[in-house]
């Protein structure tokens, strides 16, 4: 029975630890890191009460050492991901029905545990699964991850807090219920912070969760679905299953209760799922909340005025940070003429500065890319780039599988505006240079805005007003997130909420309240103190 009108502890973003030689966190992150490396772990799926072991197991190796084994996952057949969805119904009586207050204290101690005594785990995990360097690991799996938890829990005050009008004879009040169903929840490789903001931010209002970690981020994923349970999380809440995508998806897509879908990944799965959903949609009892975060083709544009070290930097970190695998990376650049022998200048330094190997080797820029099936991709266009006459690779261009999949950090410059890599989506450290006219800067702007499908994130880089005030009124619709004078990259929770638009999702804008909304089904309530016993208007007489 609610006491009081509870205050949570506000939300503060969580400071990124620098790892510097000789600091107490790298020293910790470097010994869990090589203790989780000689160790093999064996991810069951997460049903209920039940940690499940089905015998159908697949590898999880280190991109950056694709021989090296850390352990084992196991997966699910129809019957247990079905067993999943039954499971979150079972445990929607009890979770939707919690005081907000309890659900907040789960996930505020989530936080807290990833501050602390998970913090060198969690980190150290996607370090060597996902191939992140501590930099990377830090500001994603611990401090985005906590900031989202954080955050959420604020927001969600802040929504229950927005009640309408009364009036001294009628009390107006609205709830905000979970959905009435389940939330399926679908996350990528490349952020272990969006893999647990998914599903947990709709299980903060209230909803339950099956959870589908990409086959990539399974490693860490069972480190946040350990966090979650040893935080209070009830069972059944967030159900985490593993097997082949397409059979998950039309298990989950098929049933009657599927409330919503909470996705991250490609524009071509989330068309599909979309499709499905709108063939089966007589069969919903309710319509689906569609919520998704897809692709990006992110640019940068420098006007004459912008400032040459600026923009090499923008350009450095914003396509070469994670090696690229990021939505928001910069992955077509539009340079002046005037500009472009300054900028070329210091790219070439920063890129002969850079190294490439392990993420244990924290002196290192660049690690490797996922799998072997995004290397193949890359190295295909890099190979074509340099075939083609209308394009030139610069810098880097070279690559190598044979112990992790590396790929070096690679400049494409093309004549061509809508050569391929500047259209297609790469998820690389592969950065493609088109050189303007500096007199043709207004019509530079309507190619940015006209040559990519998608909107996610976007940044412009000028010394001068007038330009930025005309690229920001040109671009706004060009990407949901957008840059002055800094690289399209990261995004702070509580700060630039993200998301896109066109080809790039829904844009509901991770890391804010509009996101929480989509996981809360509104009731309005009148209360009528004195209420009429005559039909009779006055205007009857």
Not at 398 to 407: A, E, L, Q, T
Not at 499 to 519: E, H, I, P, V
Request: aromatic content about 10%; charged content about 20%.
């Amino acid at each position: 029975m609610l006491k009081g009108f509870f205050n949570v502890p506000k939300a503060v973003n969580e400071p990124v630890k620098s790892y510097a030689p000789g600091s107490p966190e790298r020293a910790k992150v470097a010994e869990t890191y090589k203790a989780m490396w000689n160790a093999q772990v064996e991810v069951p799926l997460y049903i209920g009460s039940e940690e499940i072991k089905t015998g159908n197991t697949k590898k999880m190796s280190a991109p950056h050492d694709h021989q090296h084994i850390v352990g084992i996952y196991h997966q699910a057949d129809k019957a247990l991901v079905e067993k999943a969805i039954t499971s979150a119904l079972e445990a929607r009586t009890k979770w939707a029905a919690m005081a907000w207050e309890n659900r907040a204290g789960i996930f505020l101690k989530a936080a807290e545990l990833l501050a602390g005594p998970y913090r060198a785990k969690i980190n150290a995990a996607t370090m060597i699964a996902q191939s992140k360097t501590i930099h990377q690991a830090e500001i994603d799996a611990a401090c985005e991850l906590i900031d989202f938890l954080r955050y959420n829990v604020e927001f969600m005050t802040k929504i229950y807090a927005d009640q309408p009008a009364s009036t001294s004879d009628m009390w107006n009040r609205v709830e905000y219920r979970p959905l009435e169903g389940f939330v399926y929840a679908i996350t990528p490789f490349n952020f272990t912070a969006i893999a647990g903001n998914l599903p947990s931010s709709a299980a903060l209002m209230g909803n339950v969760v099956v959870w589908k970690p990409a086959a990539t981020q399974v490693y860490s994923a069972n480190v946040i679905m350990q966090v979650f349970k040893e935080a209070g999380l009830p069972d059944g809440v967030i159900n985490m299953v593993m097997g082949d995508s397409g059979m998950v998806s039309d298990v989950v897509l098929s049933n009657p209760h599927l409330a919503g879908v909470h996705f991250t990944g490609s524009t071509g799965v989330f068309n599909d799922i979309w499709k499905t959903i709108g063939n089966n949609i007589a069969t919903y009892k309710t319509y689906p909340r569609i919520v998704g975060e897809t692709g990006g083709k992110d640019f940068i544009i420098a006007h004459p005025s912008a400032n040459a070290k600026q923009v090499a930097t923008g350009i450095t970190r914003g396509a070469f940070e994670f090696q690229g695998q990021k939505c928001s990376a910069a992955s077509r650049v539009y340079i002046p003429q005037s500009l472009w022998p300054a900028v070329k200048s210091h790219l070439e330094a920063d890129l002969a500065s850079m190294t490439m190997g392990s993420p244990e080797d924290m002196s290192n820029f660049v690690t490797a890319v996922i799998s072997e099936a995004s290397f193949d991709k890359l190295a295909r266009y890099i190979d074509q780039a340099k075939n083609d006459s209308d394009a030139e690779v610069i810098m880097g261009g070279n690559y190598d599988k044979s112990k992790g999949y590396f790929i070096e950090p690679t400049v494409i410059l093309t004549t061509n505006p809508k050569y391929n890599t500047m259209c297609t989506e790469l998820f690389g450290p592969v950065v493609t240079i088109y050189i303007y006219e500096d007199a043709k800067w207004s019509e530079t702007l309507k190619l940015v805005d006209e040559t990519s499908e998608y909107a996610l994130t976007g940044a412009v880089f000028s010394q001068c007003r007038y330009a930025v005030e005309e690229a920001t009124v040109a671009l706004q619709n060009a990407a949901g997130n957008f840059y002055i004078n800094d690289k399209p990259t990261g995004a702070v929770v509580g700060m630039q909420p993200f998301g896109g638009a066109r080809g790039s999702g829904t844009n509901d804008k991770a890391g804010s309240a509009q996101n929480l909304l989509r996981w809360a089904s509104v009731r309005t309530i009148k209360e009528t103190f004195v209420t009429p016993e005559d039909y009779k208007y006055p205007f009857l007489g």
